[in-house]
């Protein structure tokens, strides 16, 4: 069964840290890249990162970027994501996908979208 | 960054109609529009892909179409499964959502 498994989510202080795991399985996990996705309370969705399959592309988010840092490990076919100076806001479930690959026509470029999500694991900020 | 308004932010329906959700980009990023499904307590569900391709297994009551700026999902005749939260999201410049439509029952 493909699936994404996470872990690591908790109730940390403002200004503390914490190292979300995204564990892989059922599929060639360094064939894809894997974002990182959060929800608030209450919210809607929201992108925070994402890493390509060998890990030499990233991407944050604004409201993230210079405190969380995201990396994998394709040998344990798993994703991290160091958060750091946590503040209130960054209370939410946080979600890894899976971004799936289409080539539609021959020529045309592929298209991407996240196809396999995990249960989520909850981060709670607060003193 | 591409910034995604989607619209409605909520709406009310009944079983067995049509309901259409817009989304609207900061710049032109056609087809890297993707729509997902979310019930209370669960991961998003990728409906689909690329615009207008449905993802496999999802049902044909789903569609989607749009290019340039605006894109469209459209539910034929909604189900009473169907109650839920509809996001788009822009895979053209990293990987923004919209707001998000919730579609509850009139």
């Known amino acids: 069964e493909v699936q994404l498994v996470e872990s690591g989510g908790g109730l940390v202080q403002p200004g503390g840290s914490l190292r979300l795991s995204c564990a892989g399985s059922?599929?060639?996990?360094?064939?894809?890249?894997v974002n990182w996705v959060r929800q608030a309370p209450g919210k809607g969705l929201e992108w925070i990162s994402y890493?390509?399959?060998?890990?030499?592309?990233?991407f944050y988010a604004d409201s993230v970027k210079g405190r969380f840092t995201i990396s994998r490990d394709n040998a344990k076919s798993s994703v991290y994501l160091q958060m750091n100076s946590l503040r209130v806001d960054d209370t939410a479930v946080y979600f890894c996908?899976?971004?799936?690959?289409?080539?539609?026509?021959?020529?045309?470029?592929?298209?991407?979208?996240?196809?396999?999500w995990g249960q989520g694991t909850r981060v709670t900020v607060s003193s | 960054d591409v910034q995604m308004t989607q619209s409605p932010s909520s709406l009310s329906a009944s079983v067995g109609d049509r309901v259409t959700i817009t989304c609207r980009a900061s710049?032109?990023?056609?087809?890297?529009v993707n729509w997902y499904q979310q019930k209370p307590g669960k991961a998003p569900k990728l409906l689909i892909y690329?615009?207008?391709s449905l993802q496999s297994g999802v049902p044909s009551r789903f569609s989607g179409s749009g290019s340039g700026t605006d894109f469209t999902l459209t539910i034929s005749s909604l189900q009473p499964e169907d109650f839920a939260t509809y996001y788009c999201?822009?895979?053209?410049?990293?990987?923004?959502f919209g707001g998000g439509t919730k579609v509850e029952i009139k």
């Open positions: 996908a899976r971004m799936g690959e289409w080539n539609l026509r021959l020529g045309d470029p592929y298209y991407h979208a996240m196809d396999v």
């Open positions: 059922g599929f060639i996990f360094s064939s894809y890249e």
């Open positions: 890493i390509t399959e060998s890990g030499n592309v990233i």
């Open positions: 710049q032109s990023i056609s087809p890297y």
């Open positions: 690329a615009a207008s």
């Open positions: 999201q822009q895979s053209f410049n990293k990987r923004g």
